[in-house]
């Protein structure tokens, strides 16, 4: 189950929500990301998530899709919040459950390097000094292009 949230979430009642009454489950790897108090200028006060809805979900479950034809999963989960949020804020959350290690940590790797490259969320940083967009790294991308079969 995707979501797209204003609302903060819990990390560990997602992971038990996922694998309640499961048996079939021998691996669970999770990420969450946080807002930082740095990033492009060392100052961040807080940070604006925007999407495009609809557009957005449907952007998830291709990833997701995309992430279940590559990897044998036995439940994926993904939460990506909107709105504004401040320092130490969960931002995503991935919860990848498999029969195997190896299938769940690749997964979540995945779905997080889709996630920064190919999903329509923009961010804005809050700093004392003003506010800007923060633009697509290269990093970020050259990550992504590693996925490319």
């Given at each position: 189950?995707?979501?797209?949230q ?10 038990r ?14 990420f ?31 990833i ?6 590559r ?36 997964a ?31 990093t ?10």
């Open positions: 189950m995707n979501r797209v204003q609302t903060p979430f819990d990390p560990g009642e997602e992971q929500a996922l694998t309640d009454g499961r048996t079939d489950i021998g691996a669970i790897v999770s969450t990301g946080l807002v930082r108090d740095f990033n492009e200028r060392p100052d961040v006060t807080g940070l604006t998530l925007e999407h495009y809805p609809g557009m957005t979900e449907t952007a998830l479950a291709d997701e899709d995309q992430a279940r034809r990897w044998s999963l036995q439940g994926v989960r993904i939460i990506h919040r909107v709105g504004r949020l401040s320092p130490g804020d969960p931002i995503v959350l991935v919860v990848v459950a498999s029969a195997h290690r190896r299938e769940a940590f690749m979540c790797d995945f779905i997080m390097d889709y996630l920064k490259t190919r999903a329509p969320f923009w961010k804005k940083e809050h700093t004392h000094s003003g506010h800007y967009w923060v633009a697509e790294r290269e970020d991308q050259r990550d992504a292009n590693r996925w490319e079969e």
